[in-house]
């Protein structure tokens, strides 16, 4: 009997299914992100459009993600993943299929920044979150790691397809394409083979048997009480404020960074295609750097790991404060190393140290505004690097910001303490 439930605990686990449908899904939702850059220049080209009044309708499918994803993660674990998520991934598929027909701004704003932009949290990090905390505990962070290895792909993926279809029959024919993968790839597989919690098919989390249920315990005895909280209770605490705004510090200096490094760089003699490569480089890093750092704070713990990943990401940035005054490519390429190596921390363990204090009842709604936060702090990044540069004709100072909400952020982690709510399986089974 023992020898059965041995092999029993050596079969493939299903939860490895539904992570390899989060990193396809994720790949898509971070694609229609990036892929944004190069339909954006051809409508420009086309329509002649300003760019501030043309890039608006990627602001309206922000603002329509942040309202979202407390919404969709609060449906999810209330009445399922697939009922929330495959009409959402329908409405991407019928939202760029409408694209197709744009004549107008306002079309252009209702068809990608209202149809699209609602339809987004559905196949997003939001779902795949509250999903995969499901089915991993022990092994969370390096399932979120591979899971979020999809956001890396997407760059490298999405970004040349399109501007090779657009320059072959035209941002039309791109949109259309783009429609058809939507409704031929992510909503099947998702319809067919995504599970909600893995006592569906008579499993625990990690694939232990529910016939023979391993014995795990808390590293900290209020672990599991935390999860039990009510929302109100929860709201009262340093601790849940620290979880919704560390992701967003580290928020606002990503994005300042992505979005003004090319202009930077440009103002400093680089070639325009050599500077905007460095984001697909920077991606491809920040790829396979996902994975490690999960698996690595699967057993070093998510506050060193996230430690780690923020002291690349400030590595980072001051190889580029130091490209303006000593112009070497080495450090353009330590820039995109360290960069792409701690942005790579940031989504398995906010997922990861999120699952480990809140997964339960509430946790779709905790998420969806721990999401909801980091749009407000990508989009506030965004808007104060530019008007430092406006103020002062220099990045120096905005970069500096960058690197001090990291170390802020870095902080909240310590004092949010995730290691005193992990479970870990006991050595007695």
């Given at each position: 009997m023992?020898?059965?439930t041995?092999?029993?605990?050596q079969?493939?686990?299903y939860?490895?299914v539904?992570?390899g449908?989060?990193?396809?899904?994720?790949?898509?939702?971070?694609?229609?992100?990036?892929?944004?850059?190069?339909?954006?220049v051809?409508?420009?080209?086309?329509?002649?459009?300003?760019?501030?009044e043309?890039?608006?309708?990627?602001?309206?499918a922000m603002?329509?993600?942040m309202?979202?994803?407390?919404?969709?993660?609060?449906?999810?674990?209330?009445?399922?993943?697939?009922?929330?998520?495959?009409?959402g991934?329908?409405?991407?598929?019928v939202?760029?299929l409408?694209?197709?027909?744009?004549?107008t701004?306002?079309?252009f704003?209702?068809?990608?920044?209202?149809?699209?932009?609602?339809?987004?949290?559905?196949?997003?990090?939001?779902?795949?979150?509250?999903?995969?905390?499901?089915?991993?505990?022990?092994?969370?962070?390096?399932?979120?790691?591979?899971?979020s290895?999809?956001?890396?792909?997407?760059?490298?993926?999405?970004?040349?397809?399109?501007?090779?279809?657009?320059?072959?029959?035209?941002?039309?024919?791109?949109?259309?394409?783009?429609?058809?993968?939507?409704?031929?790839?992510?909503?099947?597989?998702?319809?067919?083979?995504?599970r909600?919690r893995p006592?569906?098919?008579?499993?625990?989390?990690d694939?232990?048997?529910?016939d023979?249920m391993?014995k795990?315990?808390?590293?900290?005895?209020?672990g599991?009480?935390?999860?039990?909280?009510?929302?109100k209770d929860?709201m009262?605490?340093g601790r849940?404020?620290?979880?919704?705004?560390?992701p967003s510090?580290?928020?606002?200096g990503?994005?300042?960074?992505i979005?003004h490094?090319v202009?930077?760089?440009?103002?400093l003699?680089?070639g325009?295609?050599?500077?905007?490569?460095?984001?697909a480089?920077?991606?491809?890093?920040?790829?396979?750097?996902r994975?490690?750092?999960?698996?690595?704070s699967?057993r070093?713990?998510?506050?060193i790991?996230?430690?780690?990943?923020?002291?690349?990401?400030?590595?980072?940035i001051?190889a580029?404060?130091?490209?303006?005054?000593i112009?070497?490519?080495?450090?353009?390429?330590l820039?995109a190393?360290?960069f792409?190596?701690?942005?790579?921390?940031t989504a398995?363990?906010i997922?990861?140290i999120?699952?480990?204090?809140?997964?339960?009842?509430?946790?779709?709604l905790i998420?969806g505004?721990?999401e909801g936060?980091?749009?407000i702090?990508?989009?506030?990044?965004t808007?104060?690097?530019?008007?430092?540069?406006?103020?002062?004709?220099?990045?120096f100072?905005?970069?500096?910001l960058?690197?001090?909400?990291?170390?802020?952020?870095?902080?909240?982690v310590?004092?949010i303490a995730p290691?005193k709510?992990?479970?870990?399986?006991t050595?007695?089974?």
């Amino acid at each position: 009997m023992k020898q059965t439930t041995h092999l029993e605990g050596q079969r493939f686990y299903y939860g490895w299914v539904i992570v390899g449908l989060a990193m396809l899904s994720m790949a898509y939702w971070f694609g229609l992100r990036t892929s944004f850059s190069v339909f954006f220049v051809a409508l420009i080209d086309e329509f002649h459009w300003g760019r501030a009044e043309a890039a608006a309708a990627l602001s309206i499918a922000m603002v329509a993600y942040m309202v979202m994803a407390p919404i969709v993660g609060i449906l999810v674990d209330r009445i399922g993943p697939r009922r929330v998520m495959l009409p959402g991934i329908a409405l991407i598929g019928v939202g760029l299929l409408f694209c197709t027909q744009i004549e107008t701004l306002a079309q252009f704003y209702l068809f990608y920044g209202v149809v699209v932009g609602i339809g987004i949290p559905c196949l997003s990090i939001v779902p795949f979150t509250i999903i995969l905390a499901h089915w991993f505990e022990r092994k969370r962070g390096t399932a979120n790691g591979l899971a979020s290895v999809g956001i890396g792909m997407s760059s490298l993926l999405f970004v040349p397809l399109f501007q090779y279809l657009i320059s072959l029959w035209g941002w039309r024919s791109a949109f259309f394409i783009f429609s058809l993968l939507v409704f031929a790839i992510p909503l099947p597989l998702n319809a067919i083979f995504l599970r909600h919690r893995p006592e569906e098919i008579r499993l625990l989390p990690d694939g232990d048997s529910v016939d023979n249920m391993p014995k795990e315990v808390p590293f900290h005895p209020t672990g599991s009480s935390l999860k039990k909280q009510g929302l109100k209770d929860l709201m009262k605490t340093g601790r849940f404020w620290s979880v919704i705004l560390f992701p967003s510090l580290i928020a606002f200096g990503i994005y300042m960074v992505i979005v003004h490094h090319v202009r930077y760089l440009v103002d400093l003699g680089v070639g325009k295609m050599w500077a905007a490569s460095l984001f697909a480089v920077m991606g491809a890093i920040s790829g396979g750097f996902r994975f490690f750092w999960g698996w690595l704070s699967d057993r070093i713990g998510r506050e060193i790991t996230y430690t780690l990943g923020g002291i690349c990401f400030s590595l980072g940035i001051l190889a580029l404060l130091l490209f303006q005054y000593i112009l070497s490519p080495f450090l353009l390429y330590l820039f995109a190393f360290f960069f792409g190596a701690g942005w790579g921390s940031t989504a398995p363990m906010i997922m990861s140290i999120s699952g480990d204090l809140y997964k339960g009842k509430n946790f779709g709604l905790i998420y969806g505004m721990v999401e909801g936060n980091i749009g407000i702090g990508a989009a506030v990044g965004t808007w104060v690097g530019g008007f430092i540069f406006d103020q002062t004709q220099n990045y120096f100072w905005a970069f500096i910001l960058a690197i001090l909400m990291s170390f802020i952020s870095i902080l909240l982690v310590w004092y949010i303490a995730p290691r005193k709510f992990r479970l870990i399986k006991t050595s007695s089974q």
